[in-house]
């Protein structure tokens, strides 16, 4: 049985945010405890919810910094500024 990754610290969520134009590979290498899967999931559901999607994979943590860096962030996927 496999067992689930911890939640996502406010620590690991700023870290992807602000490494926005590093490669999810490259990423992965500052999130030692996120696998390659779990970080390109984050950046869906960032590009997801900005695009005005379904954002349920976003715990409510991520959602308040999301709020309080509204118009501050790059998605990481289509490189707009949300």
Known sequence: MET???NWT?????TLLEGHYLSIEELVTHLPRRSIGAV???RAFLHAFHMGQYSS????IMLEIVGERRG????AECGRRF
């Open 40 to 42: 390109g999931a984050v």
């Open 72 to 75: 501050q962030l790059i998605c």
């Open 10 to 14: 406010s620590a690991e969520f700023e």
């Open 4 to 6: 689930r990754a911890p």
């Open 57 to 60: 994979g976003l715990s409510n």
